[in-house]
């Protein structure tokens, strides 16, 4: 006779960001003798346009407003869970430091209080407690992101990729750009963070560039190339980061390497002093990507 197929388990996470809102639906087994869990990727999701820095402004966010926002997330997440496993699937919510950029502390917990009690009423049935409403830094969003990542190409120890090595993270965003490593045994850096999953840990060194995501850094290389510039019509500027003969609503292409690096350079504040080498964007101490603890590559 076969054996009985493992009932699938499931958990739901709302990550706020500066781009918006989204919902994460991952089911999951867990077999007997499994170091890890087997979860379902890519797992179902759900997008919304709004975030929670457009409901800063208020002293006390309204009811409307949050909901207007969580409402669809929470019904995606009742519709995409088995009713009968309601009951046993944790909801959490995440809100990145990036999507609250420039709010006050206590208007921050504020709206993570409202939050809180939205989910509680539109989510009825899942479960839901108060901290698992938090708000996570760019060290733990790291870890995470580290941790996605070697978790999806099984280089985790115990799974089948082990050796393989582990791979160093970059991920980019429209705000921010930020790269995670491993740190080997006998490396020691000041902020470094230790990750625990299942029986094992390890020490990651993560290092976050603000204002130097695509958006921003794009619209930062337009400023700097129209000051270069001076007052000059769009019509005649030259881009020399767009091939010779291009055209766009901003500029008319000059296709020249060497300026292009230069303005590249002063975008990434490559004249700031490197105090502690290896240095990364703006002088910021990162260790090379390549040198990890089992450095198995890089992914971006």
């Known amino acids: 006779a076969t054996e009985p197929e493992t009932e699938a388990s499931y958990v739901v996470l709302i990550e706020a960001g500066s781009n918006g809102t989204v919902a994460h639906v991952y089911s999951?087994?867990?077999?007997?003798g499994q170091m890890y869990p087997q979860v379902s990727v890519p797992g179902k999701r759900l997008h919304s346009g709004a975030n929670l820095s457009a409901l800063s402004a208020a002293v006390q966010p309204s009811e409307a407003d949050v909901g207007a926002m969580l409402d669809p997330l929470a019904a995606f997440a009742l519709s995409e869970v088995p009713t009968e496993q309601h009951g046993a699937t944790p909801l959490l919510m995440v809100a990145t430091a990036a999507s609250l950029r420039g709010v006050r502390r206590d208007a921050s917990a504020r709206l993570l209080d409202a939050c809180y009690e939205r989910l509680r009423q539109k989510a009825g049935g899942l479960l839901l407690q108060r901290d698992w409403v938090e708000i996570i830094g760019p060290r733990v969003q790291g870890g995470l992101l580290w941790l996605a990542v070697n978790y999806a190409q099984g280089r985790l120890r115990g799974m089948r990729h082990q050796n393989k090595g582990t791979v160093s993270c970059v991920s980019m965003g429209l705000q921010t750009v930020q790269a995670v490593v491993s740190l080997s045994p006998d490396e020691e850096e000041e902020g470094e963070l230790r990750?625990?999953?299942?029986?094992a840990s390890v020490s990651l060194y993560s290092v976050n560039h603000d204002l130097v995501g695509i958006d921003a850094a794009r619209s930062k290389y337009r400023r700097q190339m129209a000051s270069s510039q001076g007052t000059a019509a769009?019509?005649?500027r030259r881009d020399p980061c767009l091939r010779a003969g291009a055209s766009n609503i901003f500029a008319r292409g000059l296709g020249n390497y060497?300026?292009?690096e230069e303005l590249a350079a002063t975008l990434l504040r490559k004249d700031?002093?490197?105090?502690v080498p290896p240095c990364s964007i703006g002088g910021?101490?990162?260790p090379d990507l390549l040198s990890g603890a089992d450095s198995g590559g890089?992914?971006?």
């Not at 999951?28 to 007997?32: C, G, H, I, K, V």
Request: positive net charge.
């Open 284 to 286: 910021a101490h990162l």
């Open 234 to 236: 769009a019509r005649w």
């Open 272 to 275: 700031v002093p490197c105090e």
């Open 28 to 32: 999951y087994t867990r077999e007997a």
């Open 258 to 260: 060497f300026k292009c």
């Open 298 to 300: 890089v992914v971006v």
């Open 195 to 199: 990750v625990r999953f299942g029986s």
